[in-house]
Structure formats: C-alpha cells, structure tokens
C-alpha cells in the first residue's frame, strides 16, 4: 500500500534524457533560488529601502512576460533543445556577471536590477523550451509521474535554496551565494548540451505550415486557446486562486504584528507551503492513475483556498483567541495543506498542457502558462494588499479563500465538459 504512494521513478529510472534534465535544472533551481534571496538583500544593503527591494519583482515580472510569450514561439519553430542551451547559457553568464560584481565590491542598485531582469528573460525562453522537450522524449502515460517529480523538485529548491543562501552570505557574503549560483547553473547548461537535438514536429503543422517567429506567431497561440476549452481552463483555474487567494502580501504583517516571530516567522510560512508540495509529491505514486484530471484539478484548487481561508482563520485566532504559538502552528498547517494542493494541481495542469496540445503549440502555450504564473500572483498581490489596508489581513485571507472555492464552482458549472476530461483520450 505504501509503496504504490510512493513517487513513480519510472521515467527517471528509464530515460537518460530526462534523468539528466531533472538532475541537471534541480541543481540549477537551487541555485537560482540562492540568487533570489540575495539580490534581495544586497539590494536593501545599498538602498536600506523596502520599496527598492519591491522593484526587484517589476524588473522581474515584464521580461517574464515579454519573453515567456516570444521564447514559447522560439521553441515551437526552432530545435528546442538549442533554444534551451542558449537561453540557459545567457542565463549562466548571468549568473557570472552576478558574482563578478559582488567580489569586484559593486554599489550599483540598476547594475542588479540589469542583472535580476537578463536573468529572467532567459529562464523564460528555456522555461518553455525545456517542458514541452519532455513530451517528447517520454511515453504519455509517464508525463503525470515526470511532472511530479518536476514539482518536487521546485519545491525542494524553493526550501533549500533559501536556506542555503542565507547560510552562505552569513559565512562569506553575497560573492559565495552568487558563486555557488554560478556553478551550479553549470548542471543545466551540461544536461542540455548532452541531450539530442530536437527540432518542431511538423506532422501537425496544419495547411498553413509553420509560422515565422513574431507578433502573429505570438497571437496563434492565444487563439488557439478560444478553441481549445480544456487546456484553456488550465490556466482560468490556475488564474482565479492567484487573484482571488494570494497569500504572500499578508505574510510581512503576520509575522511583524499578528502572529509576531518577523523574518522568521515569514521564512516559516513561505517554508511551510514548499513543504506541504514536497509532502505531496512524495505520496504521489497514483497520481499517474488518475483519468479525470479536469476534476483533480479543481478539487485540488479548492484545496488551495480552504487553506488559504484556514491561514485566514489563524490570523484572526491569534487577537486574542488562542496564543500566537497556537495560531502561528495552525497557520502553518494551512499553508502546508495550500501547498500541497498547488502541487497536485500544478501536476495536472502541466499534463494536460503536455498531452493535449498539438505539438506546434506546445512551447507557446508553455510561454502563456509563465506570464500566468509569474503575473498572477504578482496582481493578486496588489488586489489582496488593497483589500487587506481596509478589512484586515485575517479577513482578506478568509474572504479569498472561500472566494476561491466559489469561483472553482461557478467555473464547474460554466464548463462542465472540463470535469469530464478523461486522461486516456485528451483533448485540447
């Protein structure tokens, strides 16, 4: 019984390809995760400014989007294992200049946020180029157990790279955490290098053929999406719990004034959520089983926002209702149930992404599913701290979350063919 909970190792045991690839961006997302914790604290070192560390995410968020949308095209028209490397390889020169900067004593803010928005740009051309190779190198019915062990492997790096980040700039400054960065950066450029080429499968290319790279390349694959409802409600799903149930800009004031603890206590709730996905992912072995994954993913976003609402819960406990002790342990174990539910639903999200989508589309849809991901949460931010300013952080978590669950209802409703997708007959 144990053992068929346990993650399915097959297509790690059973493809080169893809053992080197996860190994390979693993390593890699550790280390960028170190980079992100540092920037943000060297930058508020220059600046002692919270707003100037806040304009690390716009500098972010815009090559984000920009390049999410056009590298997803640049994947789906060129060899996307070359679109990966050269991506992957601007992204470790990066890296480079990065740590050359910090041992050369560097006082420039806009020289980090250059730094901070080439990074992302690349990873968001390799991001694209890199998920829609695994369709290609593994069998269908092996893509649900490689996305988990894919989300695993991201929310291990988002526990143990900030942990490791701040071990190291506490040891031996923002230069060891940028160099650690830099090498281990190296794993991906090497697990890309070695992989065959793979150039667009053009079996489906259509009548038209294949587009060249640019605006209308870019728009085909937004209007592929009006026709195509089940990969379309991935990302609606996915939308409605970023912008109605956000948790991360009500984190500061839980752990400044409500649940007390500061940096600390705000570590433990980011912490708390990488956790609940790894726990996740590590009983994950019958996710591979599961046929009706439009179903599992809207049960998996309602998950989302009745942890959500249960962090909301605590928050209000702890005015007086239980001890911050209390309150900080029963907020923790709503982000950890939050955080697990985002894993599945991740697992299923990209699955069907995967399966069901023509292979001409793949890497530009993989493009929309980072400025959804990356845009998302950054707007439901900016909606959550509006909300927070006039009816308390408590409230706004216990309101987002139950909204979250209504609006997985209506969408239910709305598109009940979604619920009966079935995993052994995709379609778009």
Do not use: K
Request: with cysteine.
């Amino acid at each position: 019984m144990l053992r068929s909970l346990l993650p399915d190792l097959t297509p790690f045991r059973e493809n080169r390809d893809y053992r080197r690839l996860w190994t390979g961006f693993t390593l890699s997302n550790v280390g960028s995760q170190m980079a992100v914790v540092a920037v943000g604290l060297q930058v508020y070192d220059l600046t002692g400014s919270t707003a100037s560390v806040g304009l690390v995410g716009l500098f972010a968020l815009v090559p984000l989007v920009v390049m999410g949308l056009y590298g997803g095209a640049l994947a789906d028209h060129h060899d996307r294992r070359l679109v990966g490397l050269v991506a992957t390889l601007v992204a470790s020169a990066t890296s480079l200049v990065a740590a050359a900067q910090a041992w050369a004593g560097n006082t420039s803010v806009w020289l980090l946020y250059g730094i901070v928005a080439v990074w992302n740009g690349a990873f968001a051309v390799s991001s694209p180029a890199r998920t829609s190779i695994y369709p290609r190198i593994l069998e269908p019915a092996q893509l649900p157990a490689a996305n988990a062990l894919s989300v695993f492997a991201m929310n291990t790096a988002m526990t143990a790279g900030p942990l490791l980040a701040g071990v190291l700039v506490d040891r031996g400054g923002y230069r060891l955490a940028y160099t650690a960065d830099a090498v281990l950066t190296l794993a991906a450029v090497t697990s890309l290098w070695r992989l065959h080429p793979i150039p667009p499968d053009r079996s489906d290319a259509g009548d038209d053929g294949p587009r060249r790279v640019g605006l209308r390349s870019v728009l085909d694959g937004f209007g592929f999406l009006r026709t195509a409802p089940n990969v379309r409600m991935t990302f609606v799903a996915d939308i409605a719990a970023m912008l109605l149930a956000q948790p991360r800009v009500l984190f500061p004031a839980a752990g400044a004034v409500i649940l007390g603890g500061g940096a600390t206590t705000v570590g433990a709730l980011y912490a708390a959520t990488a956790v609940g996905g790894i726990l996740a992912m590590t009983l994950s072995g019958r996710l591979g089983g599961v046929r009706r994954q439009g179903l599992a993913i809207m049960v998996s976003v309602a998950g989302w926002g009745v942890g959500i609402s249960g962090l909301g819960v605590a928050l209000l406990a702890a005015d007086g209702l239980v001890s911050r002790e209390h309150a900080l342990l029963l907020a923790l174990a709503a982000m950890a149930v939050a955080g697990a539910a985002d894993a599945v639903s991740a697992v299923f999200r990209t699955t069907i992404l995967q399966s069901a989508a023509p292979d001409r589309m793949r890497g530009r849809l993989q493009g929309v599913f980072i400025v959804v991901v990356a845009g998302g949460p950054r707007l439901g931010e900016l909606a959550g701290g509006g909300v927070a300013e006039r009816i308390g952080e408590g409230w706004t978590a216990v309101g987002g979350g139950l909204a979250c669950v209504a609006a997985v209802v209506l969408l239910s409703v709305w598109q009940p063919g979604f619920l009966r997708y079935d995993a052994r007959r995709p379609t778009p």
